[in-house]
DNA sequence: CTTAGTACCATTGACGCCCATAAATTCCCA
DNA sequence: TGGGAATTTATGGGCGTCAATGGTACTAAG
């Protein structure tokens, strides 16, 4: 049988490291030194990486207490998708307030790490650990306590929402059988 | 040996340049040692070479006590599909949480191992062994124990569902006749 | 002079990577 | 068709590297 090893053979090839991923993917939780530095997770930097950044632009997330962050070239791309209007619509005039106005790109030092600046610490109510989390585009940094209840409260809609289709099912199929 | 050889003629069928298989298909168990290695099945690694993969992207499964995996290319699919808004909607929120959030993407070692996350063997229960199930697009990764009881559970459903279907066609059948 | 911010070095513990082994299956050839 | 050789799979263990983290020196500004 001549598989192709999958080993040590392909990582020469060139895929050491595994897959060269494009997405923020997965949850880590890091410690917050007292000059408010955090390491960036070791999967998140290769995702910037590979656009050749060496930093990552964040900005207070507009749908929670927490901080978002990416790539720069992600937020130079919603520049050039916003319709440059004389007169912006009130959407258009908050994102560009509460995106553009407080990002801040945050370059890494030797070590992998940013420094997060007071407001975002705040904002965030991030005191000595960070959660990153993977969210595909882009990331979140979380206080990990308000993280997990926050996804317990999405899992439990989720579930909720399933029960809610299941009895749907359930129902449609006992009003089959009785229109028998 | 409790591994469940599928037909040499796949594998030749794959390796011949031909079409290879596509699917998760079967059930492997393995066992998991001291540091949370299992290996992944040799037919799952082949379903994943095929897309130049070296490694799963696994995520805690919304539907029971288990682990579900897939190729990272479904992942990031999913990832283009969902809209880059500044402001998700709840749903894309929740999907971004639930899924990109909580998933790792694990790479295989020199023997085709992963290494299962401590959160991962709590939220499926596993120990000392993993049953790999084949479900198409997806597998899943069960406590073979829990694994049985469930699959037994279903098997009643089916049972239960069936009988009641054939009482269902009887009555009405008896209805029919009764009125000729 | 003090303080804040930044860049650079140093440690260590985990984990990625490799080797080795054994069982088992497939291949090949008599 | 049968038996032996060669792959291949699954698994155990050791070692080296890198990521995460703490600390220090340097620069600039108040």
Redesign the pocket.
């Known amino acids: 049988?001549?598989?192709v090893?999958?080993?040590?053979d392909i990582?020469?090839a060139g895929l050491?490291?595994?897959p060269a991923m494009k997405s923020f993917i997965g949850t880590?939780?890091?410690?917050?030194?007292?000059?408010?530095?955090?390491?960036?997770?070791?999967?998140f930097?290769?995702v910037l990486q590979t656009k050749s950044l060496s930093g990552v632009t964040c900005y207070p997330a507009l749908t929670g207490p927490c901080i978002e962050g990416c790539g720069l070239d992600r937020i130079e791309a919603m520049v050039e998708t916003l319709p440059d209007d004389p007169i912006p619509s009130v959407d258009e005039d908050a994102i560009a307030h509460l995106i553009f106005a407080s990002a801040r790109d945050l370059?890494f030092?030797?070590?992998?790490?940013i420094?997060l600046?007071?407001d975002f610490l705040k904002k965030a109510d991030l005191t000595d650990?960070g959660a990153f989390v993977g969210k595909g585009r882009t990331f979140q940094i979380w206080n990990p306590t308000a993280l997990e209840a926050v996804q317990a409260e999405m899992f439990n809609r989720a579930m909720e929402e399933r029960a809610a289709q299941v009895k749907e099912k359930a129902i449609g199929s006992k009003a089959r059988t009785e229109a028998v």
């Open positions: 049988m001549h598989y090893r999958l080993g040590s990582f020469l050491r490291g595994g880590f939780v890091n410690k917050i030194d007292a000059k408010g530095r955090i390491s960036v997770p070791a999967p930097r290769a370059p030092d030797g070590g992998g790490r420094v600046p007071a650990q």
